[in-house]
């Protein structure tokens, strides 16, 4: 089965990062794909490079980064959500983590076309 998905919370004041995180890992273990992780709302600000951990257990981005390197993923940040958030590719400005990239809405609306189940994480 090939999956998508659309992330939405906060890593700072949710789950949602961890949950969806949690969630693809067993999928690919499992042996389907995932298509897409779009990150939505403030869910993009996983994507900032300058994100800092305030505790050793707590390495969610580097776990996407890792789990991206593994699997080949598309992790894209909503370009909207992201410039919103202060998140940019610009060359005098890259803030954007290793693993993800920025594209707009119509990068979701492609994986619903394509996906046999698109997950939602709010």
Not at 98 to 110: A, D, H, K, N, R
Request: charged share 20%; with cysteine; aromatic share 8%.
């Amino acid at each position: 089965m090939n999956f998508g998905f659309l992330v939405l919370g906060s890593p700072f004041s949710s789950y949602s990062c961890h949950t969806a995180l949690d969630i693809v890992s067993a999928c690919l273990k499992e042996g389907h794909s995932v298509h897409r992780v779009f990150f939505y709302q403030d869910a993009v600000l996983i994507g900032n490079k300058h994100i800092e951990s305030v505790n050793s257990s707590d390495r969610c981005q580097e776990s996407w980064q890792s789990l991206q390197r593994e699997y080949d993923l598309d992790l894209t940040l909503c370009i909207s959500a992201a410039q919103r958030r202060g998140i940019s590719e610009l060359k005098q400005s890259d803030n954007v983590a290793e693993g993800f990239c920025i594209s707009g809405l119509g990068q979701l609306i492609e994986a619903t076309l394509v996906c046999d189940r698109i997950v939602t994480v709010p």
